[in-house]
């Protein structure tokens, strides 16, 4: 039979390495699974046809259009997952480990593709709000956020061959850039799958992705200074990357994601018979089983108060006691293998390193008992639990990270105590606290935060919905500080950010309302012929203006609002009381402010404007006294498109119009010109074109 030969995607060919060929393994039978050379791939075309061919089109779409691509890719993988599962199970992962992987990866797709709401219209971002930098306001300065022009490297670690793989490409693809993909090779048959069925959608534009299998060669030696370099890795291969000439030379910005020794912590509250006791044995548990102990995230230091020991130690034997171990598509296993031998015998020599300063308190590194499957074929490997009574004389525990299920028990004295040995890591992705305390959970998370990149508190009151120790979420940041990699990623928009170049502008309030798209106080407006709300969405323009009818605000008025909201704060409604405020009489509430300000500028009859959205700032400026007269400059600030629903069974005709949000800057002015309140609002508008 002809052997498979995985194949690169390189310049929209899918291209077979030439040269020595790396063989790749069934973790469970040992079988030959495929071949795989990057050999005689030229990493420079590669990285220019990225920049040239895979760039142009993300860079033109804007937000919105990324977010729907994203989400077009992630439905579209999702219905064919089942393959990956298949592929995935020959990795060593069991169905729950490989959801980790596939459907984690792909609904981190779907998290990015969420964030089309988040970050405006246009193909670049504005940056928080313009900063005034002149006595008189003709001189502003604002933040502007636009895609690099370079490509994506993603050099990946072995464990998460899709979920690797997607969290940093819905990113990039976000921010419209396009993406060069170099998984690690042992395991790249599960990534070149996944890659070739993306491929086929056509839902990216060409020259989006492309995918190394095999070595990187002399890759980073073609990297720019519009690049940008992700791993995630040991740390002995990251810091060798790290300081590679070329990512010197052209500033390329280098995100490091590395081994790292977390920790969790039993607070001393959390003593046996309480729910965060056995919340804890069943989190350790779970650490030490899923994806057999290969996760970055992995508790690998189980730290408790000194009389705990014992019952720690026992409480969490008997739970791995119960875990069955073999191939992962046989009935009832719920723990797979290491994705490789040479994996195995990685684990085995750091644990022999980590042994030189604990004791083997539970499991066998030699042997292991398995179902469905021959041991001596796949490399398995059995949960390890090892005890350092002497945590801060051993320090190995601080020091080798075995990437496997391997876990290392040890005693502390008292809360500063675990925060000085969870700092022992030198810098960590995640720590968990068990603890009911709310003093406690305080004392660890604000002791130990600067030396990790996220803290987890667990408790009875989010058992339920707790996501686990282990789980980068895409909607908070992953990363650690130190021996971690020192790098971030994700995060909802802050991940985005990492592929845009923020550039600061500066000019006149009118060209930055041109350069933004944003409608800036101060810049040129338009006074429409038409009430504003008499518009559609894309009549609509930044700038568009309605300067309303005055109000005289009067005593009774501030009367007739504190009845009618129940508001009678002693401001508004006791002169005598003023003595000592900055008030130098009944001042008239903010709210009725804008509340009469709505009265000024709101066209009433049924027209364009479907709802009123809300209120997104809004500043009580300065105060209105009886006998000031309140006017209102309301202006079109900012437009953002909006989808229409698709038709469902539950709704067949699609019940939604077709719309978008309108922001609107009301500017409420009284009777010297002066802005007494600032606000923005939003309101929903029909579009003329309902198709
Ligand atoms: P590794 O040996 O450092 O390899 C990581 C990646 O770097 C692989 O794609 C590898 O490719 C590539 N690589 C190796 N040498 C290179 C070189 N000279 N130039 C360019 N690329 C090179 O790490 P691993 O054994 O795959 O992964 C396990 C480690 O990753 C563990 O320590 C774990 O803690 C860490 N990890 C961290 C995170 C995180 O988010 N912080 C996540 C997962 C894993 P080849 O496979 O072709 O050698």
Not at 335 to 341: E, Q
Not at 466 to 493: D, F, I, Q, W, Y
Not at 662 to 679: M, Q, R
């Amino acid at each position: 039979m002809k052997q498979m030969q995985l194949q690169n995607y390189i310049a929209g060919q899918w291209v077979a390495g030439t040269g020595t060929q790396t063989e790749l393994t069934d973790a469970i039978t040992g079988e030959l699974i495929a071949t795989t050379s990057s050999g005689g791939l030229d990493f420079g075309a590669m990285l220019k046809y990225g920049r040239e061919t895979g760039g142009p089109p993300l860079r033109k779409m804007t937000f919105p259009e990324r977010g729907r691509m994203l989400k077009a890719l992630a439905m579209y993988l999702m219905e064919r997952k089942e393959e990956f599962y298949q592929v995935s199970y020959r990795t060593g992962a069991t169905k729950a480990d490989s959801w980790v992987d596939i459907e984690g990866g792909i609904g981190n797709v779907f998290a990015n593709a969420s964030l089309r709401r988040a970050l405006g219209n246009m193909p670049f971002y504005v940056d928080g709000e313009a900063i005034r930098t002149s006595k008189n306001g003709s001189f502003i300065g604002h933040h502007i956020m636009v895609p690099k022009e370079g490509v994506a490297v993603h050099i990946n670690a072995f464990n998460f061959p899709i979920w690797g793989m997607l969290e940093k490409c819905a990113v990039n693809w976000m921010a419209g850039v396009p993406a060069v993909v170099k998984p690690a090779t042992v395991t790249s048959y599960l990534t070149e799958a996944m890659v070739k069925a993306i491929i086929e959608s056509k839902i990216l534009p060409e020259g989006a992705l492309q995918l190394i299998v095999g070595s990187a060669g002399d890759l980073l030696d073609h990297v720019e200074s519009q690049d940008v370099v992700t791993f995630t890795g040991s740390a002995s291969t990251g810091r060798k990357l790290k300081v590679h000439p070329r990512i010197i030379a052209e500033s390329v910005p280098f995100n490091m994601e590395a081994d790292s020794l977390n920790s969790i912590v039993l607070a001393p509250d959390a003593v046996p018979g309480t729910p965060e006791f056995d919340l804890f044995v069943k989190e350790v548990g779970r650490e030490m089983t899923l994806k057999c102990g290969q996760r970055c995230t992995g508790v690998r230091r189980i730290m408790v108060p000194e009389r705990l020991v014992e019952d720690v130690q026992q409480a969490i034997s008997k739970r791995l006691a119960g875990t069955v171990i073999g191939d992962p598509r046989a009935e009832g296993v719920r723990m797979g293998s290491l994705v490789g031998m040479a994996q195995r015998e990685e684990v085995r020599a750091n644990l022999n390193e980590l042994l030189k300063g604990s004791e083997l308190v539970y499991g066998d590194p030699k042997s292991v008992e398995v179902t469905g499957a021959d041991a001596k074929k796949g490399a398995f490997m059995g949960p390890i639990l090892l005890r350092n009574d002497k945590p801060w004389k051993n320090l190995q525990s601080h020091e080798v990270e075995a990437f496997g299920p391997v876990s290392t028990l040890m005693p502390y004295k008292d809360l500063d105590d675990a925060i000085a040995l969870s700092k022992l890591g030198k810098g960590s992705l995640v720590a968990t606290i068990a603890t009911n305390d709310e003093q406690a959970a305080q004392q660890f998370v604000w002791g130990a935060a600067s030396h990790h990149g996220r803290m987890l508190v667990l408790n009875r009151d989010m058992a339920k919905e707790n996501t686990g120790h282990g789980s980068p979420l895409a909607t908070l940041v992953h990363g650690g500080p130190g021996r971690a990699g020192g790098g971030e990623e994700m995060g909802g928009k802050r991940g985005v950010m990492h592929y845009l170049q923020r550039t600061a502008i500066q000019g006149s309030p009118s060209m930055i309302t041109a350069l933004t798209q944003q409608y800036q106080q101060g810049a040129r407006y338009h006074i429409t012929e038409k009430h504003p709300f008499r518009l559609h969405y894309e009549e609509l323009h930044i700038g568009d203006t309605l300067i309303t009818e005055k109000h005289l605000v009067t005593l009774q008025n501030i009367e007739d609002f504190a009845e009618l909201s129940g508001d009678k704060f002693y401001a508004h409604m006791d002169a005598n009381s003023l003595e000592g405020t900055v008030f130098t009489g009944r001042v008239a509430h903010g709210y009725f402010i804008l509340s009469r300000a709505a009265g000024l500028f709101v066209d009433p009859p049924k027209g364009p404007v479907l709802l009123n959205y809300g209120i997104e700032e809004c500043r009580f400026l300065k105060p209105v006294y009886p006998g000031s007269t309140i006017q209102v400059k309301f202006t079109c600030r900012e437009k953002l498109d909006q989808e229409k629903r698709p038709k469902t069974e539950d709704s067949p005709k699609g019940a939604d119009v077709a719309r978008g949000i309108v922001k609107w800057l009301v500017d409420v002015v009284d009777e010297t010109g002066e802005t007494v309140a600032l606000a923005t609002i939003l309101t929903m508008v029909r579009k003329l074109d309902q198709n």
